[in-house]
C-alpha cells in the first residue's frame, strides 16, 4: 500500500520513539468553552484517541503537555491510558526535556504537535515537529508536517499514522480491525 508521506518525512518520522501533544488547538479544536455555571467544556475527536492507542500498543510513549489546568484533560488522558499528562506547563520546552529523561529518549526521538507559538519552544527541540492545519501560520512554515485537517478534527490521527507508518505498523494496524 503506498503511503500519502513523502519518504523523506517517513524517514525522519521513523527515529522517533515518543510523540507528545497539546490539547487546545490540537487535541480540540481549540475553542475555550464554559456553561453558565463556570464548567468547562472540551470536545474530543474519538478518531484521535484511537489513533494515540494504536501508538502506544506499538511500542511509542505518548504524552500531553499543556500550559492549562483542566479536569477534563485529566479525564480523557485517563480514559486514553496517557501515563504522563503535564498540564500547567508555559515552558512547554523545559516540560519535555523532563519528559524525555522520564522516558529515556532523546528528545531528538521525540515527535511533539502544537498549534501556537507557546509550543514553539518544544517543538524545535522535538525530532519531529507537526501541526495542525490551522495552526499559527509562522509554525506551519517551520514543521515537518502540517496536517490536511484542523485541531480537534482528526489532526492527531493523522499524525499517529503517520508514526505508525514510518514504524511499520500501519497496515497491521489497520488489519487488525478488519
Same mark, same amino acid.
Given at each position: 500500500m503506498s %503511503?500519502?508521506?513523502? %519518504?523523506? =518525512?517517513?524517514?525522519?518520522?521513523? *527515529? $522517533?520513539?515518543? +510523540? $507528545? &501533544?497539546? =490539547?487546545?488547538? *490540537?487535541?480540540?479544536?481549540?475553542? @475555550?468553552v464554559y456553561a453558565s455555571d463556570g464548567t468547562e467544556?472540551? +470536545? &474530543? #475527536?474519538?478518531?484521535?484517541? !484511537?489513533? @494515540?492507542?494504536?501508538?502506544?500498543?506499538?511500542? !511509542?510513549? *505518548?504524552?500531553v503537555i499543556t500550559a492549562r489546568r483542566s479536569d477534563i484533560v485529566s479525564r480523557r488522558c485517563q480514559e486514553l491510558g496517557i501515563q504522563h499528562c503535564l498540564q500547567g506547563r508555559e515552558d512547554k520546552g523545559q516540560a519535555l526535556r523532563e519528559l524525555a529523561e522520564i522516558l529515556g529518549v532523546g528528545t531528538g526521538q521525540m515527535a511533539y504537535m502544537g498549534d501556537d507559538l507557546v509550543d514553539w519552544p518544544a517543538m524545535r527541540l522535538a525530532g519531529f515537529s507537526s501541526t495542525p492545519a490551522d495552526a499559527s501560520v509562522w @509554525?506551519?512554515?517551520?514543521?515537518?508536517?502540517?496536517?490536511? *485537517?484542523?485541531?480537534?478534527?482528526?489532526? $492527531?490521527?493523522?499524525?499517529?499514522?503517520?508514526?505508525?507508518? +514510518? #514504524?511499520? #505498523? @500501519?497496515?497491521?494496524? %489497520?488489519?487488525? &480491525?478488519v
Open positions: %503511503q500519502p508521506w513523502p %519518504q523523506a =518525512v517517513l524517514a525522519k518520522a521513523k *527515529v $522517533v520513539r515518543a +510523540a $507528545v &501533544f497539546d =490539547v487546545d488547538g *490540537v487535541m480540540t479544536d481549540g475553542r @475555550l467544556l472540551k +470536545a &474530543f #475527536h474519538s478518531r484521535d484517541g !484511537l489513533g @494515540l492507542k494504536g501508538l502506544m500498543r506499538n511500542g !511509542l510513549a *505518548v504524552a @509554525l506551519r512554515e517551520r514543521v515537518d508536517l502540517v496536517t490536511s *485537517v484542523g485541531g480537534g478534527r482528526g489532526a $492527531v490521527r493523522e499524525l499517529c499514522e503517520l508514526l505508525l507508518a +514510518a #514504524h511499520g #505498523h @500501519l497496515d497491521s494496524w %489497520q488489519g487488525g &480491525f
